[in-house]
């Protein structure tokens, strides 16, 4: 029973109340809204609008049938080639090479099915991050029934650990904190509150409201569900994501280019080539029709869309190896044009760990190493390491703080596995933050509560701000004292003194710490006060008790720091000319102190998601053009952007692990998840994962992609000269009235087998040592380009003439035509393997040693040409297949010496164009 979910009534009604959003009415107008009471719906009434609204669950597309699947993946160009090829293979009785082509076809098909259906896992995905069960009060009772039968109306109660099950606004809330980085990006939880928010707050300012996926990690509250399945946020995020249509990369269009032109060129020549010998010439129909059939077998390079797959597969398995999986083929290839990496903040750039970056103290500030929980890194005074065994001689204050962020703190850190441990955090980041302070300081946080145990707490309370614990002294210390940490300006409120450098109280310099902490606000960090003052083991803890008369100790300025290698990654994409933007749900500030952190352009302000509702999609344009930080922003938001910036020409990879991500990754031509991290929406609508979680494998993958173009065009450049030269061959032929220098079925078995073998060793080229320091290629540069058409120009010609030329000699020489055509196909092949040392550099010299010595791989395959050739001349049983036969030793050192002299013309070929660049 799934509906359309329209949320009753709808805040977009006619009168001037319903205007106004959920987030922004009082709590007894959202019930007055919905019809409905604080004690909940009756079971009648519920069943009621389970009928009206359906199950709270998201809408499923119909799944696309397989046969569709298939069918689209014939919606290709070269792939009709290829079966337009097959069945020339057929019409002149060639029936295993006709196998083997439809082989190429279907292998494909297979690939391309099995990469569908993207968008209809992402929504599976998402589904499952709703709750099974709710607590839910039904008929005056607080019952727990399942998720699905949740319907606007419904009151619900939420406790630490729930996962919200619908959209909610709060009605009763006590201290609780909402995790929702997987909709917003924010790194901390966020406090919610009763009272209703201004109506234009942005997602992540709606502290009135809860969202469907979240979850509760702190304190309890009572809600009433405003909306549930697909007109919740989450529903909101699925409607996106089906709206967004699959991309194209530039690889898949320049293939279709490519193909079109290689068919519209194959059937003019082929037509010219028939009307030229039967009706200028005058040649037998029949006779004419078959040398147009050999001249489509030769121009058509059956092998290229196979060695394409296996180019980009073998892509696919070193990016494997470093740590990035890709699920689509072509996003591979798509990495090496990218000009915009649009990377979210939190998990991504960030670790998602916070992180005390400074301690401020009374006589000057301790910067803090290190990123994470992992209590690794110094701390450091006026840039002096100090020893953590001499802190109550060098540093008493920051000792006490240190003792202080250990003791009023409720949190738990733990190793993990590995080397060195990943540390997992229980409890709240910020407390989290520091307790891995406190170990650095050289505290051990458990024996630190053992000798001095706590005996009363005040916890933290939203409207108060700050925490409170009593702990009795160490052994030998009679008393007790109090460690108060939370809000500054409430904890400077409760103070008249401060800690000196040496430990000792003195009064409080109310502007110097104000001052302080607008410091590190305007760095984009979290600011936290610790304060202490003795106690009375007898005297009860009270919020009135601790309201004044505290010591300040200090302050700790916390943030979510970007990753050490994010830094670097950041770096060498620029100096690879590639624009990082930031696109995150964090607030402004701290989005643009963590991108002055990763050395990303900040010369014009952040963008925040209200600066983006209020733009058209031309001034949008713009925009995207001078920013590289947005901050706030919503998943639709996030869509706009990278549309943006696509419409600019820019090619776009996206990097996120939140499912308010998963749009934005479906629509840019490579979307990145996060494999660690990230959620399974985000990993399902992505076209890469990077297992590590790691922006520095973002680098990698770009330079893996630009290595995998490279060898794209080196067999494009190796293959289709060969076809040319075979083509010219035949054309030369007809048009001259001369016998064809090479059968249509030598010419298959030498595409087929010699040309492949040798061809798809380029596709495991190494990486030519420039790709990072190039700017990335235009997206609308063809596979075709000027250089690649002169070289296909040149070869050809030299082919041409190499064939046509050792044919005509071997027939004035005096041997049969049979050996003169064998001696064609074996000059063929070696024009082809010395070629191959030629185009593995495409500029640079082949005459040196790493050059003639090749890869084990090129020695392989140049073997493996030369045994398949010794058995296309030699065997009996091939003689009578392909019409060859065997040649004495003088003939096969001419096919090498014109094989030869190929390669000496293109190495004068590239010193003449080396000079004149």
């Known amino acids: 029973m799934v509906k359309d979910h329209a949320v009753p009534p709808a805040p977009a009604a006619t009168s001037a109340g319903d205007t106004v959003p959920w987030h922004a009415l009082p709590a007894d107008a959202v019930l007055h809204r919905l019809g409905a009471d604080a004690q909940g719906l009756t079971s009648a009434e519920a069943a009621a609008r389970r009928e009206r609204h359906g199950d709270n669950r998201l809408q499923e597309a119909p799944p696309i049938p397989l046969w569709r699947r298939v069918a689209r993946q014939f919606d290709n160009l070269l792939i009709w080639v290829l079966l337009a090829a097959a069945g020339i293979t057929v019409a002149i009785g060639h029936g295993i090479d006709a196998l083997v082509i439809l082989a190429v076809v279907l292998l494909n098909v297979g690939i391309g099915v099995i990469q569908e259906g993207k968008a209809e896992r992402a929504l599976a995905a998402i589904r499952g991050l709703l709750a099974p069960r709710a607590q839910v009060w039904r008929d005056g009772r607080l019952l727990e029934i399942d998720a699905v039968h949740l319907v606007p109306g419904d009151v619900v109660q939420v406790a630490a650990g729930d996962s919200l099950s619908a959209d909610v606004r709060w009605l009763q809330v006590h201290e609780l904190q909402i995790d929702e980085s997987a909709l917003t990006g924010e790194s901390v939880p966020t406090a919610k509150q009763a009272e209703p928010v201004a109506p234009d707050a942005s997602l992540g300012d709606r502290r009135s409201m809860g969202y469907a996926g979240t979850l509760v990690t702190r304190g309890q509250g009572r809600a009433v569900v405003v909306a549930t399945g697909m007109a919740t946020e989450m529903g909101r995020i699925g409607r996106l994501l089906q709206t967004v249509g699959d991309t194209t990369t530039p690889l898949v269009r320049q293939m279709a280019q490519l193909g079109r032109w290689i068919t519209l060129a194959v059937l003019a020549a082929a037509a010219l080539l028939f009307g030229f010998g039967w009706g200028v010439r005058e040649l037998p129909a029949l006779q004419t029709f078959m040398a147009a059939v050999g001249l489509a077998v030769a121009a058509i390079p059956e092998g290229l869309p196979a ?40 998990g991504t750039l960030t670790r998602n760990e916070m992180t005390v970056q400074q301690v401020v103290l009374a006589d000057g500030v301790v910067e803090v190493d290190g990123v994470g929980y992992a209590p690794t890194g110094a701390l450091r005074r006026h840039g002096i390491p100090l020893q953590p065994a001499e802190l109550w001689r060098e540093a008493p204050a920051l000792l006490a703080l240190a003792e202080g962020a250990a003791l009023c703190n409720d949190a738990e850190l733990r190793p993990g596995e590995g080397d060195p441990p990943d540390w997992r955090l229980s409890g709240d980041p910020t407390e989290g933050a520091l307790l891995t ?9 458990r024996r630190l509560a053992e000798e001095r145990p706590r005996i009363g707490v005040l916890p933290f309370e939203s409207a108060r701000r700050y925490m409170a614990t009593a702990h009795r002294r160490a052994t030998g210390h009679a008393g007790a004292e109090v460690w108060v940490k939370g809000a500054p300006e409430r904890l400077l409120a409760m103070c008249s003194q401060e800690l000196d450098a040496h430990g000792h109280a003195r009064p409080l310099r109310r502007d110097h710490w104000h001052a302080q902490v607008e410091q590190q606000a305007a760095q984009g960090r979290r600011v936290l006060a610790i304060a202490r003052r003795p106690w009375h083991v007898s005297e009860p803890l009270t919020h009135d008790a601790v309201a004044h008369d505290l010591v300040l100790v200090g302050l700790v300025g916390i943030i979510d720091p970007p990753r050490e290698e994010a830094v670097a990654a950041v770096a060498a994409c620029q100096s690879a000319g590639i624009r990082v933007k930031m696109i995150t749900g964090d607030h402004a500030v701290t989005a643009s102190a963590i991108a002055r952190q990763l050395g990303l352009s900040t010369g014009g302000a952040a963008l925040t998601g209200q600066d983006i509702e209020a733009m058209d999609d031309a001034a949008l344009r713009d925009a995207v053009r001078t920013t590289d930080v947005f901050a706030r922003a919503a998943p639709e938001h996030k869509l706009r952007l990278v549309r943006a910036l696509q419409a600019n020409g820019e ?24 494999g660690h991290k990230g959620t399974e929406a985000a990993k399902r609508a992505a076209a890469m994962v990077l297992a590590d979680d790691n922006f520095a494998t973002i680098a990698r993958a770009v330079e893996e992609g630009r290595t995998v173009y490279d060898n794209l065009r080196k067999v494009v450049t190796f293959l289709l000269p060969i076809n040319g030269g075979e083509s010219v061959s035949l054309l030369v032929a007809v048009l001259f009235g001369l016998a064809l220098p090479i059968a249509p079925v030598q010419i298959l078995w030498v595409n087929m087998v010699s040309s492949i073998a040798l ?26 380009s000027p250089f690649v058409l002169w070289r296909i120009g040149l070869v050809s010609g030299l082919f041409a003439l190499g064939i046509f030329g050792t044919y005509r000699w071997a027939l004035a020489s005096g041997y049969p035509t049979a050996v003169a055509q064998t001696l064609a196909v074996n000059t063929l092949v070696a024009m082809e393997i010395f070629y191959l040392f030629s185009v593995r550099y495409l500029r640079a010299r082949s005459f040196t040693w790493v050059g003639v010595r090749g890869t084990p791989r090129v020695l392989a395959a140049v073997a493996a040409a030369c045994a398949l050739q010794a058995l296309f001349t030699y065997a009996p049983f091939m003689q009578a297949a392909f019409g060859s036969a065997a040649l004495p030793p003088e003939l096969l050192f001419v096919s090498a010496a014109v094989g030869a002299g190929v390669l000496v013309a293109l190495e004068l070929e590239k010193a003449v164009l080396r000079r004149t660049r």
């Open 759 to 784: 061809a798809m060793v380029l596709a495991f080229e190494p990486t030519e040592p420039d790709v990072m320091h190039r700017p990335p290629r235009r997206p609308d540069e063809p596979m075709l």
């Open 651 to 674: 090619i776009v990879a996206m990097t996120g692990d939140g499912v308010n991500d998963a749009p934005a990754l479906k629509a840019a031509d490579v979307g990145v998840a996060m």
């Open 437 to 445: 302070l406190a170990m650095k300081a050289g505290i051990d946080a």
């Open 307 to 346: 060695i394409m797959t296996v180019t980009l597969a073998i892509g696919v398995q070193r990016m494997a190896q470093r740590r990035a999986i890709v699920r689509r083929l072509p996003a591979v290839e798509t990495l090496g044009c990218v000009t915009v990496i649009c990377s979210d903040k939190t």
